[in-house]
């Protein structure tokens, strides 16, 4: 078997090697003449995926964006997203409301858009009323009428019970007095001696002084101890009459509150007619009546500690509105760029109560761009979400239940959490990702509900092929660059030489690349050297002296390279034949551009027997 014929190759020029534009292929003489792009282009596979993703509302199609940095995705999104204008869902406001029987589970109320603020303006002008009307009520002719019978009663009562006891202990030399316990005065009985009261515990001194003599004085003492048993009798039944004298004056209180309290949330009720509204409503009239002590003034509003913060006894009937869209007219988009746990989720923050500890409550709770987001659009990079722990499997659990639950984020160096455990949000938002096709293939095969999530991929391409119309359209994206940012006009030679670089960059000459940042970033430059030189307009020799810059600002490792071929450290044969060497090309990419060099590849070589050897 001979030797097989070795392949001919066709040999190429150096200036086949790289594409020439002619600059008098275009039809305007600078980028003065040209309209700015107002679309993106060489996308439209993806822009039709981001079509689909944006208008289509059923669950799990939130999108993906993936591409190569600079490929203009987020500009894209956002542009098309800023198309949708108010056709969309109906928007609402969430408030946080305190709940009266369960402190550190505060309500949700959800209302239709700018309501939330109408409800908490009426709320608050109720309390106000009652703090006014409650003291009036109180100070009416007929609730003082009532009141004095209550106070009448309970005095008679007290009196007989008293006066009965005294009379019954007089038959036997004692009476009934009062003794004082440090700042308590109780009731106590008396010895009578000469129709003077005196103590149980002055009597030894009476005997001493031989006012009484020690027969008589254990005979008062056995006497005193007979009656104690009635005594603590006595003193329960005392006690149970004062007790039913306050809960018929608090009831009284409450009777004549409850009337005007009723007759100022009737209005509430009527017109915020819903099952929680109403529900929550209720709590708020039960709580008024239960202290109606704040309402009478005898606690001040707020209550100053020796930090000098203020307790304020109304808090409690506040109204938290973590959501207003009062003043959005659009579809909500938000374009969150420090997706951190707290800006992306809410949190319940926590303040000191002046007395060294810190405490959270409803009005603490803080909402975060995925709750602002609600019923529209949030784009994050993908690749911020892992930089905080936590953050991605949140996410994750939200778009799976549609719930948000505002929490504190995750802290493994706080020493005390919050107990605070709002009720959690329903929640109707399209989450837009945008990062490289490596994320979203290790996304697809090691997290097994990320495609259930995420339905709808938009891959950005890195290139485009050339066609004059190609040509003439990167032209007026680079009109677009010099419009936004108010750089110099371009020539054509210029505009050539930057469509050159475009598809050096491509790595093929019938193709462009579409990722604008980096020819915008050569833009920029060219006109800082135009300025430099004095120039009112960017020509080629701009451009290229910009472009040499860059690959000499990140040409290092090309020349330290190069260095060791012409030192010597990397040797190589370039003519004639060696057995097991050849010669091939290695190519560096290094962070601005890519460069070859020669390499010397060996292998060991051993006696065969004659066929191919498959190195697989």
């Not at 790289?18 to 003489?29: A, G, N, Q, V, Y």
């Amino acid at each position: 078997m001979g030797n097989p014929k070795a392949p001919k190759h066709r040999e190429l020029s150096v200036e086949q090697l790289r594409w020439k534009c002619d600059p008098d292929m275009f039809e305007f003489s600078s980028t003065g003449d040209l309209e700015p792009i107002e679309g993106i282009l060489g996308q439209e596979r993806a822009l039709k995926a981001l079509k689909l993703g944006v208008d289509l509302r059923s669950p799990g199609y939130n999108i993906y964006i993936a591409g190569l940095s600079g490929s203009g995705k987020a500009t894209t999104v956002k542009k098309m997203l800023e198309k949708i204008g108010a056709n969309g869902p109906a928007l609402y406001d969430y408030a946080y409301v305190n709940n009266f029987k369960d402190t550190d589970h505060p309500i949700l109320l959800t209302f239709p858009k700018g309501k939330a603020r109408i409800f908490k303006h009426d709320l608050c002008n109720s309390i106000e009323m009652l703090k006014v009307n409650i003291p009036k009520a109180l100070e009416s002719e007929m609730y003082l009428e009532k009141k004095k019978g209550i106070v009448s009663d309970y005095n008679q009562q007290e009196q007989e019970l008293m006066s009965n006891f005294d009379t019954k202990l007089r038959k036997v030399g004692l009476s009934l007095g009062q003794i004082k316990v440090g700042e308590i005065a109780r009731p106590d009985i008396i010895p009578l001696i000469d129709d003077t009261p005196v103590p149980v515990f002055q009597l030894d001194e009476k005997v001493k002084e031989g006012k009484l003599t020690e027969d008589q004085s254990r005979e008062i003492i056995g006497k005193y101890n007979e009656h104690q048993q009635e005594l603590q009798i006595l003193f329960k039944k005392g006690l149970k009459i004062s007790q039913e004298f306050q809960e018929k004056l608090s009831n009284l209180e409450k009777d004549c509150a409850a009337d005007v309290v009723k007759a100022v949330l009737e209005n509430l009720n009527e017109k915020y007619n819903e099952s929680r509204i109403l529900g929550y409503l209720k709590q708020v009239e039960e709580s008024i009546l239960e202290n109606i002590q704040i309402f009478k003034g005898v606690k001040p509003e707020g209550e100053t500690t020796s930090e000098g913060f203020t307790i304020d006894y109304f808090k409690e009937y506040d109204v938290n509105i973590v959501l207003d869209n009062s003043n959005t007219n659009e579809v909500p988009i938000i374009i969150e760029t420090s997706p951190t746990h707290s800006n992306l989720f809410g949190a319940t923050e926590r303040v000191s109560d002046g007395r060294g500890n810190n405490y959270s409550d409803f009005t603490n709770i803080k909402a975060g761009s995925l709750l602002r987001a609600s019923e529209g659009y949030i784009v994050l990079n993908v690749m911020h979400l892992f930089e905080e722990a936590g953050v991605w499997k949140t996410l994750k659990r939200v778009l799976t239940y549609n719930k948000l639950e505002i929490q504190d984020p995750p802290n493994l160096f706080q020493f005390s959490s919050s107990t605070l455990k709002p009720e959690p949000i329903d929640i109707n938002v399209k989450v837009i990702l945008i990062g490289s096709q490596y994320i979203y293939s290790y996304l697809s095969e090691h997290e097994y509900d990320f495609k259930k999530m995420f339905k709808v991929k938009a891959d950005f391409d890195y290139e485009i092929k050339r066609s004059d119309k190609v040509l003439t359209e990167y032209a007026r994206v680079i009109k677009k660059f010099i419009r936004d940012e108010n750089l110099k006009e371009f020539d054509k030679t210029a505009i050539a030489h930057l469509l050159e670089i475009a598809a050096i960059y491509a790595g093929q000459k019938e193709k462009l690349t579409t990722r604008f940042s980096k020819i915008a970033d050569l833009a920029r430059e060219a006109n800082f050297w135009a300025t430099d030189d004095g120039f009112d307009i960017v020509t080629a020799a701009h451009v290229e002296k910009a472009y040499n810059n860059a690959i000499n600002r990140h040409g290092m490792l090309e020349s330290k390279i190069s260095e060791m071929y012409e030192d010597g450290t990397y040797l190589m044969d370039t003519d004639g034949e060696r057995v097991g060497q050849i010669n091939g090309l290695a190519v560096y990419s290094a962070d601005f551009y890519s460069f070859g060099r020669p390499t010397r590849i060996t292998s060991t070589v051993s006696l065969g027997s004659g066929n191919i050897i498959n190195v697989e």
